[in-house]
Antibody, heavy 120, light 112 residues
């Protein structure tokens, strides 16, 4: 059974860089597209971007200038960095698994999410 | 970006009755080369991540009860719960993956 677990600091100061890591267990991180999705408290879902092994990545144009997604296959982890954060970046950050065949797809496994609050 | 608009924003249905949630995309999500609609549905309960219900507009995800069904094509889609159970109380989202992934604003489903 595939499981995803997010980890990272719960509090980030404005203008700093938010970093969150997703550890995948029960399956290899290779051969799938892996995404980050966020949800501000009480609001809807926003796709941030995806990573495929070390080969390709793509980001939501609205966040592209501030986002980096990377993968560490040796640890079966992938990570999100979001720079120059403001209070508007306060959200629950989810990692999720896409498919093997499509860079854009549905998400069949999700982590439980980690709340990141941006505040001084 | 493709804008996904769900209706209604909230819905109250009696146990055992049918629940219908609509999702409209600002442009077609039907890919002509494979005749597939790039549309998924999710269920989210409080404090939990979304759970996949439907992909390709009408294919149920693994382990999803058959009371959940998806229909529609092009720009107009529907999620139907044929006989509402108490455990179906949740917020439901549609998602398109035809281009930059976007989600609907969500529909809150409650028991009447």
């Amino acid at each position: 059974q595939v499981q995803l677990q997010e980890s990272g600091p719960g509090l980030v100061k404005p203008s700093e860089t938010l970093s969150v890591t997703c550890t995948v267990s029960g399956g290899s991180i290779s051969s799938y597209y892996w995404s980050w999705i966020r949800q501000p408290p009480g609001k809807g879902l926003e796709w941030i971007g995806y990573m495929y092994n070390r080969g390709s990545s793509d980001y939501n144009p609205s966040l592209k200038s501030r986002v980096t997604i990377s993968v560490d296959t040796s640890k079966n982890q992938f990570s999100l960095k979001l720079s120059s954060v403001t209070a508007a970046d306060t959200a629950v950050y989810y990692c999720a698994r896409g498919t093997t065949a499509y860079s854009r797809s549905w998400f069949d496994y999700w982590g439980q999410g980690t709340l990141v609050t941006v505040s001084s | 970006d493709i804008v996904m608009t769900q209706s209604p924003d909230s819905l109250a249905v009696s146990l055992g009755e049918r629940a219908t949630i609509n999702c409209k995309s600002s442009q077609s999500v039907l890919y002509s080369s494979n005749n597939k609609n790039y549309l998924a549905w999710y269920q989210q309960k409080p404090g939990q991540p979304p759970k996949l219900l439907i992909y390709w507009a009408s294919t149920r995800g693994s382990g999803v009860p058959d009371r959940f069904s998806g229909s529609g094509s092009g720009t107009d889609f529907t999620l139907t719960i044929s006989s509402l159970q108490a455990e179906d109380v949740a917020v439901y989202y549609c998602q398109q993956y035809y281009s930059t992934i976007t989600f609907g604003q969500g529909t809150r489903l409650e028991i009447k």
